[in-house]
């Protein structure tokens, strides 16, 4: 929910098309929020996140940078176009060889992602849970992983895409070791994502 003071006017952006905004609105939006998702043509605005959230998003990021294929790219914080009115922004997400990644793209295509991750936090559960799976899957990106906190510790929900009926299908949960042979060789530490240096 956006909530402005009352003497300030929203910006005109703010109120969408009758049809809703579309992927490429993204890119021409004057002073649009950094890291800004369209999810069903309307905009849906990031909030601050938690310590735990960037510690388990940096550090996956560093141990798959070590595990994919060389010809893979590990990405965050950029997002991918799912469909005309789908643009949301994974919290890192896997490329596969073929993607187009040049200085000037601003989003990648769903049919270039090998793997979407998502860690779930307190104002997206609804989202990162429920309706985000359902775009990857319908997308076509055949790897999803949720990740949630509990007792403080990452717990990996792993998900593989059913091509017959276009649906995820568990294929896991992880609580402190992340041993898989797809899509990659994946084998990764969990208890070390979260742990904070201490005084």
Not at 76 to 89: D, H, N, Y
Not at 91 to 119: H, K, Y
Not at 138 to 161: C, D, M, Q, R, T
Request: with cysteine; glycine share 4%; net charge negative.
């Amino acid at each position: 929910m956006l909530i402005m003071p009352p003497s300030t006017s929203l910006p005109e952006w703010v109120v969408p098309p009758p049809e809703g905004f579309v992927a490429e609105d993204l890119d021409h939006i004057p002073d649009l929020p950094a890291h800004t998702e369209l999810i069903d043509g309307s905009l849906v605005f990031a909030s601050p996140q938690r310590r735990f959230h960037q510690l388990v998003i940096h550090r996956l990021h560093v141990e798959l940078e070590g595990l994919v294929p060389t010809e893979h790219e590990v990405v965050q914080r950029m997002s991918v176009k799912l469909a005309p009115r789908q643009r949301p922004e994974p919290d890192l997400f896997v490329l596969g060889p073929d993607a187009l990644i040049g200085p000037d793209v601003t989003c990648f295509q769903a049919e270039d992602v090998v793997l979407a991750v998502e860690v779930v936090s307190p104002d997206s559960e609804e989202r990162d849970r429920k309706r985000k799976p359902v775009l990857y899957a319908e997308a076509g990106i055949p790897h999803f992983w949720l990740i949630e906190e509990i007792n403080g510790k990452p717990v990996v929900h792993v998900y593989s895409l059913d091509p017959v009926t276009e649906v995820y299908v568990t294929t896991g949960v992880h609580y402190d070791r992340l041993k898989i042979p797809v899509p990659f060789d994946i084998d990764i530490d969990l208890t070390k994502l979260c742990k904070s240096r201490t005084r």
